[in-house]
Each structure stands twice: as structure tokens, then as C-alpha cells.
């Protein structure tokens, strides 16, 4: 049975098949369920990085359509991370960043949407909810 059967996805919903990924996260577990949970959603490039510095590199360099990152990470956090993303960009490429965290204090959450970020997610980390926030971040914009 196809997925969009199973998770009940209504018509106009995005596919992710032919889209790419890029996880940050230092936590090896929580990295690996995130990677798991990109797979389930079909997404068919799924690559990891374990703090902000290595994943700017990833990114910069296979550009991936969506990024998914921590906020508490060392040596590079992703406040970090995200500052040296959007200031590279260039223009009319923007990657959607989501972050997942545990700190929704108000500095840090002002602090992320001044930088750009496209969304948060409170872990622990779900399918439905993850779905949820691409379905939203990655849509067409108008």
C-alpha cells in the first residue's frame, strides 16, 4: 500500500520522492531517527552531519531542498549555522530550515526567526509532525 494511503494525505500534497535532505544533529540517536523518518516519508536523498560546521559544508555543496537541524550543538550550533547558511545563499535559493530543539525561550525563538529559520519542532521528533512542518516549509511559495 502506498503511503499516501496509509497516512491518509490529502490530494495536492507534496511528494518527496525526488527531493533531498540534509539532518543536523550531534546525537547519534536522534539523528538516526530522523534519517528514518525522512525515509519513511520516501524522500530520496537523505544525508547527515553531526554539528553546524560540517553541515554547512554538506550544504553548500549538494544544496539539498530542505534542512533539518538541532539548535544545541558544538562546536558550531545552528544559530551558527543558519547565520552562515542565509549569508551564502544566493539570491531566489533559499533552503527551508526546521529546527528541532528542546529551548523554545523566547530569545532563542526571535534569535532563529530574525535569522530566517522556517520553522521549529520540539523534540522528541515524530512522523506526523515532521510531515506536517515539510508539507508546510516546502511548499510552492507564492
Known sequence: MKAAAVWGWQMGAISFNFRSSLVIEDQSFIRGVV?????????????????????????????????????DMAPVDGLTFLQHLR??????????????????????????RDLGVDAFIAKPVTLVNLREKLQVVMAPRR
Do not use: C, W, Y
Open 87 to 112: 549569508e551564502r545563499e544566493t539570491q531566489g535559493h533559499h533552503i527551508p530550515v526546521v529546527f528541532l530543539t528542546n529551548r523554545a525561550d523566547k530569545v532563542t525563538v526571535l534569535k532563529a
Open 35 to 71: 534519517v528514518r523518518i525522512l525515509r519513511q516519508l520516501d524522500f530520496g536523498t537523505v544525508m547527515e552531519a553531526e554539528d553546524g560546521s560540517s553541515g554547512l559544508n554538506v550544504a553548500m555543496e549538494r544544496r539539498p531542498d530542505v534542512i533539518i537541524a538541532d539548535i
